[in-house]
């Protein structure tokens, strides 16, 4: 899975180590760089934020407090569009990666490493980053639409509860943003909120990434590692895109919440589990509800309350306090100054369909407000495909003809291939990008870039 527009930043001031990892990370990636010393760090953020960064948190010989770690990290979630940042620590220290883990790191690795499992936290992490852009930690679920009302008040109702929750919602409508919510309002808030592509995971290292595993236990286990149950021990794991897990990952993860207990690989006991489980998915509810593609008996598990978030499209009355609210943030970010919409633009906007929901709302404000070069934005400053606004089918709506000179453009070819993708994933982010073999991070990448 290349994704050849990434950048990736390896701080560790070990340099066998950043080179081994940037060795591994250059096949798949386009831009990895290395640093060894943190004092460059800020002439590297000047030129450019990377998309994650792995950072070593031990960085004086003998100390193993990470405190220099954590004050790097902190400097990283305080640009205007934070890296992920996936914690590196050489000690298996499980306190210290949760430390890192509220501090805001997307996820953390011990040295020394299973390349695969690398390979995947740096995926998941893009994918994330491009899926949040940026960060939907710090963002309010915003929207006073009736049924945005109603979905605020399922949030205020079940967060204080433990119960199992299960959102469901097409791609972009603020799933995560709901989980992080919960996660608020629940007793657990001052804890880690963990979030896990469970789509993404390879099936080879599944056990291990969630359950963890002893020294070992396989060939590359040099390490004992927790997994992602332990480290968000007594917060919430968000579970994400759950629809796209495989049947054989369902089974283990069913056994794991019948019987709140993992047991790491290798490891002869079983350890108790302390988290709240909040899934979601954007499978329709036909094909959740198909045994050949979801266990009825852990859809019974996760699905104690069921919270619909609706598409853009059913909840209009949104639109407006979005777009000033994503309007202003990058005015705000970009050092533009504040305009308004031009005559007519909002109610284009408005009316059109947003079949990539809140989510390219917010990346078509970025566009308008870095291109638009008038006194006011106009609807085109946003970027958006003609076909998708009123009420044309989403991705159904045939492709313009291109004209003679445009059909040898490769990036008229790469738009009609990515068009063509999501028409037939029915608009499944994941299965397009597996699709066109390139990963979700991309593909969200250039859906930006093509206006879709
Ligand atoms: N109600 C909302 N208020 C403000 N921002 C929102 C809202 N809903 C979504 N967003 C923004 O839209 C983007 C997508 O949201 P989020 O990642 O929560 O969607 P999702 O449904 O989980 O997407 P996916 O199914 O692709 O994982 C984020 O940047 C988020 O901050």
């Known amino acids: 899975m290349a994704d050849n527009a990434a950048s990736i930043l390896i701080l560790d001031d070990d340099p066998d180590v950043a080179c081994a990892a940037q060795l591994l990370l250059r096949r798949l990636h386009g831009k990895v760089a290395t640093l060894n010393d943190p004092a460059g760090l800020a ?60 501090r805001g790191a997307s996820d953390f690795i011990t040295k020394p490493w299973d390349n695969a499992r690398l390979v995947a936290a740096v995926a998941n992490a893009l994918a994330r980053r491009a899926g949040a852009a940026p960060s939907s930690a710090n963002t309010a679920l915003m929207g006073e639409s009736a049924p945005m ?30 989980a992080r919510a919960i996660h608020a309002a629940s007793r657990r808030a001052g804890a880690t909120f ?29 390490a004992d590692r927790a997994g992602r149950f332990q480290a968000a021990r007594g917060g ?12 054989a990952g369902q089974a283990k993860l069913l056994t794991v919440l019948e019987r709140r207990e993992v047991t790491p690989l290798g490891a002869d006991r079983a350890e108790a589990i302390d988290v709240r489980i909040v899934s979601a998915t954007n499978l329709d509810e036909t094909r959740l509800f198909d045994p050949a593609v979801f266990r009825p008996d852990l859809l019974f598990r996760l699905n104690t309350i069921v919270i619909r978030v609706p598409p853009l499209r059913e909840r209009r009355d949104d639109i407006p ?55 006011q934005y106009g609807f085109a400053d946003f970027g958006l495909a003609d076909s998708h606004r009123t009420g044309a089918a989403v991705f159904a ?7 003679a000179l445009e059909l040898f453009q490769l990036g ?6 990515i068009a063509a993708a999501l028409e037939q994933a029915k608009g499944n982010i994941s299965h397009a990008a597996k699709m066109l ?14 206006g879709i």
Not at 150 to 163: H, L, Q, R, S
Not at 207 to 221: Q, V
Not at 412 to 417: C, F, G, I, K, S
């Open 43 to 102: 002439a590297v953020l000047a030129a450019g934020v990377p998309d994650v960064v792995l950072l070593d948190l031990n960085f004086t010989p003998g100390r193993i407090d990470g405190a220099q770690g954590l004050a790097l990290l902190d400097q990283l979630r305080a640009q205007a569009r934070p890296p992920a940042v996936i914690a590196l620590t050489a000690y298996a220290d499980v306190p210290l990666a949760v430390e890192a883990l509220k």
């Open 437 to 450: 073999g390139v990963s979700r991070a991309a593909l969200y990448r250039k859906l930006g870039k093509h």
């Open 412 to 417: 008229v070819l790469e738009r009609d291939t």
């Open 194 to 222: 963990l979030a896990i592509d469970m789509g993404a995971l390879p099936e080879s290292t599944f056990e291990s990434e969630l359950f963890g595993h002893r020294r070992g236990a396989f060939t590359d286990a040099k």
């Open 149 to 178: 009302r109603d979905v605020k008040a399922m949030v205020a109702g079940v967060g204080p509860t433990e119960a199992n929750v299960m959102i469901l919602g097409e791609n972009g409508v603020g799933k995560e943003l709901v």
């Open 321 to 375: 306090a979005l777009l000033g609210h994503y309007l202003a943030l990058y005015e705000r970010q970009y050092g533009r100054p504040a305009r308004m919409l031009a005559d007519g633009a909002l109610d284009r906007l408005h009316r059109f369909d947003w079949p990539g929901n809140v989510r390219a709302l917010r990346h078509a404000c970025e566009r308008a407000v870095i291109l638009g070069s008038e006194l």
């Open 236 to 247: 919430s794991l968000f579970l994400d895109e759950i629809g796209n897990m495989a049947l």
């Open 397 to 403: 709506a045939p492709a313009p003809k291109p004209a």
